[in-house]
């Protein structure tokens, strides 16, 4: 069975890069017919899709966030992971890593999820 | 970006009885490229519905989905005790991915 599973500070300060790790484990991250995705939920609000990066590299990234995410993946580790610079409180959230269904040329749905790791950005 | 408005806010209905949530799209979404999540407290969101109307493995036949365009709607059909949470849409027929406001459904 598939699983993801965050990783990363839990806490930062305005300004800094936030760095968070999603590791997969009960399959491959270099099949063909999946996307790796962040999402992230601020408390009490809803679910922002950050982007999506395929095993061989490519991605793709919300415009409203393109200009600060870098989306990397390591499949020596079977892992993949965000970087999200010049954080401001607005980056409070929940980050979820999520496998993205790709299929017909396109992405699909988010099926499985991690359990979600709280980032916290205050001074 | 397609808008996904969801609707009602919340839901306060007892189990045993019959849930009807929608999801409205501020734009057409393409082929029903259109999902539901169910997410519980704590929790991250599991996968219901792809495709509009197909039930994602492992779930039970109380959860349907329908709808085209721009107006969807996920139906519970007896409410079990397990089913009381929010529940969420996403969009994938076009780029950026984007998700609904949720709605919560409680006990009544």
């Known amino acids: 069975q598939l699983q993801l599973q965050e990783s990363g500070p839990g806490l930062l300060k305005p300004s800094e890069t936030l760095s968070l790790t999603c590791t997969v484990s009960?399959?491959?991250?270099?099949?063909?017919?999946?996307?790796w995705g962040w999402i992230r939920q601020p408390p009490g609000k809803g679910l922002e899709w950050i982007g999506s990066?395929?095993?061989?590299?490519?991605?793709y990234y919300n415009p409203s966030l393109k200009s600060r995410v870098t989306i990397s993946v390591d499949t020596s580790k079977n892992q993949f992971s965000l970087k999200l610079s010049s954080v401001t409180a607005a980056d409070t959230a929940v980050y979820y890593c999520?496998?993205?269904?790709?299929?017909?040329?396109?992405?699909?749905?988010?099926?499985?999820w991690g359990q979600g790791t709280l980032v916290t950005v205050s001074s | 970006e397609i808008v996904l408005t969801q609707s009602p806010g919340t839901l306060s209905l007892s189990p045993g009885e019959r849930a009807t949530l929608s999801c409205r799209a501020s734009?057409?979404?393409?082929?029903?490229?259109l999902a539901w999540y169910q997410q519980k407290p704590g929790q991250a969101p599991r996968l219901l519905i792809y495709?509009?109307?197909s039930r994602a493995t492992g779930i039970p036949d109380r959860f349907s989905g329908s709808g085209s365009g721009t107006d969807f709607s996920l139906t519970i059909s007896r409410l079990e005790p397990e089913d009381f949470a929010v529940y969420l849409c996403?969009?994938?027929?076009?780029?950026?991915?984007?998700f609904g406001g949720g709605t919560k459904v409680e006990i009544k």
């Open positions: 990066i395929y095993y061989s590299g490519s991605t």
């Open positions: 996403q969009q994938y027929g076009s780029s950026p991915l984007t």
């Open positions: 734009q057409r979404v393409s082929s029903s490229y």
């Open positions: 999520a496998r993205l269904i790709y299929s017909s040329g396109w992405f699909n749905w988010f099926d499985p």
């Open positions: 009960g399959g491959s991250i270099t099949s063909n017919t999946y996307y």
């Open positions: 495709g509009a109307s």
